[in-house]
């Protein structure tokens, strides 16, 4: 099984955190998303406890919250200790909302609306990350108006190239995201920041990319980093305090992925730091990540009823479920592999070949294809696994199909922490 969270119980039935999935279908309804409570909180642990032993605990974890964000998580990783990275205006409002505190919030964005910085402003947001020298201006006067002094980060592509689907690498010239090196932007940046009175140039921030399985990308990113806030420190005579070297840490999608232990990915990007220091004369920074699918992504599932199964002869089968890509939109942009499982025949084997399609009228709508799950029947539950991020937070309302509900689970009991959309919900700002 994909993550220990996962089991058969005695009626051969699909279980996370100790609960029986079957049940779990019955009693919300499908579709569903389901997060193990525990496995959530050993991914935060493992991350803090990486820093404490290998950085004497010098260290930020965000959780960066694009991932799957509700009040539960903000509460959930606010009460682990971690910070939150918030990349918009309604990411912020909820993280306020359950209560996390203001300083520990990270606000990300490349095109934060003025509105939006004004708002993290007066909510004494503890971190702005600055994309672009247009925001940079916004920024200083806004925060001049309000009489305050924003603690700021660069946003730094870092010329890293890593393996992973190009819609989500991020740290090459060529991305939408924050200054380049090769071209002296980020330099420069810099430059005007630390002679702005009302923002200050606290540290610099990049994030190469996400589903990241590689370890090189991450030591070649702190060379490079601590490289630049020495030559900040000696053209612009000040000392930057923190380096933030955002997401990125891949996740087991398939049997077959086997990503870098969380422990062994903050060692290596400790050690590099710590050599990178030494190399170029620079003070041990402060170290901030933000890891999201490998804080929420892992031990998920989603759960379908199965409706039509459909055997085209010499083509293939189309097994449809009751949701698709309104609620997991990530086969159709990305091709993202996934496992899924016959929930209520889980101790069969999976010697069926199926393509999962969703109820959406579109021929792409697809969950993903020749995959391997146990013979399907109408009313079976299917779960597709390893499903907490990046879909709830990416699900739509497309044919105005109402986004499902989702529950925690732990220790053998469940509780909701979003409740399923009506269809009164769905008309509530028509006119
Ligand atoms: N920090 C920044 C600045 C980011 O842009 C991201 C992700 C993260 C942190 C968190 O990265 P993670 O640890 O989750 O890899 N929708 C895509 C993923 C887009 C990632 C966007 N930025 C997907 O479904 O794969």
């Known amino acids: 099984m994909l993550s220990k969270s996962y089991a058969v119980n005695g009626k051969g039935?699909?279980?996370?955190?100790?609960?029986?999935?079957?049940?779990?279908?019955?009693?919300?309804?499908?579709?569903?998303?389901?997060?193990?409570?525990?496995?959530?909180?050993?991914?935060?642990?493992?991350?803090?406890?990486a820093f404490d032993k290998y950085y004497g605990g010098n260290a930020r974890v965000y959780y960066?919250?694009?991932?799957?964000?509700?009040?539960?998580?903000?509460?959930?990783?606010?009460?682990?200790?971690?910070?939150?990275?918030?990349?918009?205006?309604?990411?912020?409002?909820?993280?306020?909302?359950?209560?996390?505190?203001?300083?520990?919030?990270?606000?990300?964005?490349?095109?934060?609306?003025?509105?939006?910085?004004?708002?993290?402003?007066?909510?004494?947001?503890?971190?702005?990350?600055?994309?672009?020298?247009?925001?940079?201006?916004?920024?200083?006067?806004?925060?001049?108006?309000?009489?305050?002094?924003?603690?700021?980060?660069?946003?730094i592509k870092p010329g890293i190239d890593c393996h992973t689907h190009d819609y989500i690498k991020t740290g090459q010239?060529?991305?939408?995201?924050?200054?380049?090196?090769?071209?002296?932007?980020?330099?420069?940046?810099?430059?005007?920041?630390?002679?702005m009175e009302n923002v200050e140039l606290v540290g610099i921030h990049c994030h190469i990319g996400s589903q990241i399985f590689e370890t090189q990308p991450f030591v070649d990113a702190a060379d490079i980093m601590v490289s630049l806030a020495k030559t900040i420190e000696k053209n612009c005579g000040k000392t930057l305090t923190e380096i933030n070297f955002g997401g990125g840490y891949g996740i087991k999608y398939l049997e077959s992925d086997s990503p870098v232990p969380k422990g062994d990915s903050i060692r290596l990007l400790c050690e590099?730091?710590?050599?990178?220091?030494?190399?170029?004369?620079?003070?041990?920074?402060?170290?901030?990540?933000?890891?999201?699918?490998?804080?929420?992504?892992?031990?998920?599932?989603?759960?379908?009823?199965?409706?039509?199964?459909?055997?085209?002869?010499?083509?293939?089968?189309?097994?449809?479920?009751?949701?698709?890509?309104?609620?997991?939109?990530?086969?159709?942009?990305?091709?993202?592999?996934?496992?899924?499982?016959?929930?209520?025949?889980?101790?069969?084997?999976?010697?069926?070949?199926?393509?999962?399609?969703?109820?959406?009228?579109?021929s792409g709508d697809l969950i993903q294809e020749h995959t391997k799950i146990q013979t399907p029947e109408v009313g079976d539950t299917l779960a597709v696994l390893s499903t907490g991020a990046y879909n709830y937070s990416m699900a739509s309302n497309y044919n105005r199909i109402p986004r499902p509900a989702a529950v925690m689970v732990k220790d053998g009991s469940s509780r909701l922490i979003i409740e399923r959309e009506t269809y009164e919900d769905l008309i509530r700002k028509d006119i």
């Open 64 to 155: 960066a919250s694009k991932a799957f964000s509700c009040k539960e998580m903000y509460r959930l990783t606010d009460s682990e200790g971690l910070c939150a990275d918030v990349v918009s205006g309604g990411e912020l409002y909820t993280a306020l909302s359950a209560g996390f505190p203001s300083e520990n919030i990270g606000f990300h964005g490349n095109n934060k609306t003025p509105d939006e910085l004004a708002y993290a402003l007066d909510s004494r947001v503890g971190r702005i990350v600055v994309d672009n020298i247009y925001e940079l201006h916004t920024l200083d006067a806004l925060a001049e108006e309000k009489g305050v002094c924003q603690k700021i980060l660069l946003r």
């Open 272 to 362: 590099a730091v710590k050599e990178a220091s030494e190399k170029y004369g620079f003070p041990l920074p402060t170290l901030a990540i933000e890891p999201g699918r490998s804080i929420v992504g892992d031990a998920t599932l989603t759960l379908y009823k199965i409706g039509v199964v459909k055997t085209i002869k010499d083509v293939r089968t189309y097994v449809s479920v009751d949701g698709g890509m309104s609620d997991n939109p990530r086969y159709a942009l990305y091709g993202a592999e996934y496992e899924a499982i016959v929930a209520n025949k889980a101790d069969k084997p999976r010697d069926f070949t199926a393509t999962i399609a969703g109820k959406c009228c579109e």
């Open 13 to 49: 039935h699909l279980t996370i955190g100790g609960v029986d999935t079957v049940e779990l279908a019955e009693n919300y309804g499908t579709p569903l998303y389901v997060f193990d409570e525990n496995d959530i909180r050993n991914s935060c642990r493992e991350f803090k406890a």
């Open 173 to 195: 010239i060529d991305s939408k995201f924050g200054f380049a090196l090769e071209n002296g932007e980020a330099l420069e940046a810099a430059k005007l920041a630390t002679a």
